[in-house]
């Protein structure tokens, strides 16, 4: 293709940086089957891979925790300072750009989309991967919060795949039931 032209496949929400498509191979690949819950690993890889994994691309905040998430595995599995140092940064930027993506569709929006929802979940999967269960307990309750303002789990999205994500991160805790 020319130069000038943009690749008509290309559904992401924005241009990839070089180091963001192998980000997400890496989302894909590892942390993926990490994150899993108590499920079957072959049906939870392939709502993630088929619903999850598209629906982020589409999605700036919810890209940016998919890279988050990414960085903050790659960072906790690599013992060489100088990549552990790249990672923790890239991990900073993208929390940061998470966090006000979600800052600026809460205050802005009446009814909270998937998007909204899915970029609280992924917060909280980040905040159990660090270990910081306080924060990981907040972004749950969020969460929940959000979807019982948008009248309870039947409205969210990816044929029940979310619903199922909130349930199991509440249950991992033992936090409440969210209906």
């Excluded at 907040?138 to 948008?150: D, G, Q, T, W």
């Excluded at 409205?155 to 991160?169: A, K, Q, R, V, Y």
Aim: aromatic letters at 10%; one cysteine or more.
């Amino acid at each position: 293709m020319p130069a000038g032209r943009k690749d008509p496949f290309m559904s992401f929400v924005r241009p990839f940086k070089p180091i963001e498509h192998f980000l997400l191979d890496y989302y894909v690949t590892v942390v993926v089957p990490f994150l899993r819950c108590q499920e079957d690993i072959s049906i939870y890889q392939d709502s993630m891979t088929k619903r999850w994994v598209p629906f982020a691309l589409r999605e700036g905040g919810l890209l940016d925790a998919v890279f988050l998430l990414a960085c903050r595995h790659m960072y906790l599995s690599h013992h060489n300072s100088q990549q552990q140092q790249q990672f923790v940064q890239l991990a900073c930027q993208y929390k940061l750009s998470c966090t006000k993506s979600l800052r600026d569709a809460i205050s802005n929006e009446v009814v909270f989309s998937d998007a909204t929802v899915g970029t609280t979940l992924m917060l909280a999967y980040d905040e159990l991967v660090a270990s910081d269960i306080s924060m990981y307990k907040n972004h749950i309750k969020a969460a929940v919060r959000m979807v019982n303002l948008n009248g309870g789990p039947q409205t969210l999205g990816l044929d029940g795949f979310m619903e199922h994500l909130i349930s199991n991160l509440c249950a991992k805790h033992k936090l409440y039931d969210q209906t």
